[in-house]
């Protein structure tokens, strides 16, 4: 054993001696530091600039463009009352409607919101009760902008519109703002239903949603004045709507939500021990062909017996995933309790998982096993190789055989998606099963599947264990070309029949 943490001891200092591994170890860190400022950067949504041209008078282009600011002052409201809810703010102003959150907003609710002052209003009420560190709101950029006509398309005969609207749509100019849409309103709109839409792309279904809504409810109106009906009553009729009372759960309290942030932790940590054992398995396996090559290993083997070399490597690989595991986890956790933020409020309810002793003795042996199942994985092929060229025609398959079932299962997860046949055979095959149970952990796997699927994992790395020790003893010293998969084999019952 003293040799075996010799070994494990010099692997360890050798990895961390490495620039690649601290320049990989702060790559986290980093993230968790510039992210919220790469997205205030990232974030440069302008909204969708529509030009109406409206040959009714003016009244069609008054009234969509008044339901695109009615819509708009509504996701605010919407979004500023989420936000009250998840910080428990409603102490600010329990009479005002972003401190009541089990309805939907009307028009009329919209106008009283604007009326009272708004989102700056809101704003100016919550900075008060506010506890210190809480986030301030930022509303949303409107998603359209009316711009006006010019004159000289506005002369345009309506015929002539496909052809007078291209630089207008796609200008040539390089500092020119393009215009997203352009609305035509004929001037015998009413007599006929019939409007036009050119836009420089595949329209957003919300513009065709207002502009359907606005004009539907003018030709209903024009439809009941011609029946008799008097205007006042006409346009009553026609914004006629049910009030909706909706109760919904707090900001990641709904039961898909829910799910997927208690399965945050578990697939970080099925994600961290992907990402950890590829580097630490292959800086392991750069060490151990460099020694191969540099004749290094005949003086190494002269002190310790193959098996003490080959137990020490993965006792230090090891060593340094969880080294590597240990820092990213601790970064998280103080992005979560000593930062405020989008991605504090993301980390604190994700860590909830570790209330759980069960869950936590369950991360920790299928984070423990699975990195030693793997890795070996890694040993073998430096055992092999007399150069890094040599091991890359072993490690790509390998790798690609492991990171593309992952990939797809961490999507499932994310979906939802709780059952299915192939998330099953990736739990229970033990090349996959360290990643299928940490990523199912946070949707509820019966616990007998983690207590089965733990026993096959164990037997299944005891075995490995047991048929490396012998490939490994015999492939140390051997020289020559790399050999196929019949001599691996022979090598592994040679060494059998040799002991």
Excluded at 233 to 254: C, D, E, K, M
Aim: hydrophobic fraction near 50%; glycine fraction near 8%.
């Amino acid at each position: 054993m003293k040799n075996v943490l010799i070994v494990a001891g010099r692997e360890f200092r050798q990895i961390l001696g490495m620039r690649s591994f601290w320049l990989t170890l702060l790559i986290l860190p980093i993230a968790f530091g510039i992210g919220p400022l790469a997205q205030r950067f990232l974030d440069k949504h302008e909204p969708d600039r529509v030009m109406i041209i409206d040959r009714t008078g003016g009244g069609e282009a008054r009234a969509i463009e008044q339901r695109f600011t009615i819509e708009h002052n509504r996701a605010v409201l919407g979004d500023l009352s989420r936000y009250v809810q998840r910080h428990h703010l409603e102490g600010a102003d329990r009479s005002a409607l972003w401190a009541q959150h089990d309805r939907w907003y009307s028009d009329a609710d919209v106008a009283r919101f604007v009326a009272n002052g708004g989102v700056d209003a809101a704003q100016a009420k919550l900075k008060a009760a506010a506890p210190k560190g809480t986030p301030e709101f930022e509303a949303d950029k409107p998603d359209y902008e009316v711009v006006a006509v010019p004159p000289s398309l506005a002369a345009v005969p309506d015929a002539r519109l496909d052809e007078a609207l291209k630089p207008v749509l796609k200008p040539s100019g390089k500092d020119a703002k393009p215009v997203n849409y352009v609305l035509l309103v004929p001037a015998d709109f009413g007599a006929s239903p019939l409007v036009r839409l050119w836009a420089n792309g595949r329209p957003r279904s919300s513009l065709v949603a207002t502009v359907q809504d606005v004009l539907t409810r003018d030709l209903r109106t024009r439809f009941l004045a011609s029946q008799g009906v008097s205007p006042s009553a006409a346009q009553s009729a026609s914004v006629i709507a049910p009030a909706l009372s909706i109760s919904t759960p707090p900001p990641g309290g709904g039961a898909k939500e829910s799910m997927l942030v208690r399965s945050i932790l578990p697939l970080a940590a099925a994600y961290l021990l992907m990402m950890s054992l590829m580097l630490s398995g292959s800086w392991m396996l750069q060490g151990t062909v460099e020694e191969r090559s540099n004749k290094l290993l005949e003086t190494v083997l002269a002190c310790v017996s193959p098996e003490e070399l080959m137990y020490g490597k993965l006792l230090g690989t090891v060593g340094v995933g969880i080294f590597m595991i240990a820092v990213w986890i601790g970064c998280g956790v103080f992005a979560a309790y000593a930062t405020s933020g989008a991605i504090a409020d993301m980390i604190r309810p994700a860590l909830d998982p570790l209330s759980s002793p069960g869950t936590i003795l369950a991360m920790l042996y299928f984070f423990v096993v699975g990195y030693v199942t793997i890795s070996v994985f890694f040993l073998a092929i430096g055992s092999m190789s007399d150069s890094m060229r040599d091991a890359q025609g072993y490690l790509m398959p390998v790798i690609m055989a492991i990171i593309l079932p992952i990939t797809i299962l961490m999507q499932a997860v994310l979906a939802g998606n709780t059952g299915g046949v192939m998330m099953e055979v990736l739990t229970w095959v033990p090349v996959w099963t360290p990643f299928a149970v940490l990523a199912r952990l946070g949707l509820g796997i019966p616990t007998w599947e983690v207590i089965g699927t733990g026993l096959v994992l164990a037997a299944f790395t005891a075995i490995e264990l047991v048929l490396l020790a012998r490939l490994f003893r015999a492939s140390l010293l051997a020289q020559g070309q790399r050999p196929n998969l019949a001599e691996v084999v022979a090598r592994i019952r040679g060494s059998a029949a040799g002991a």
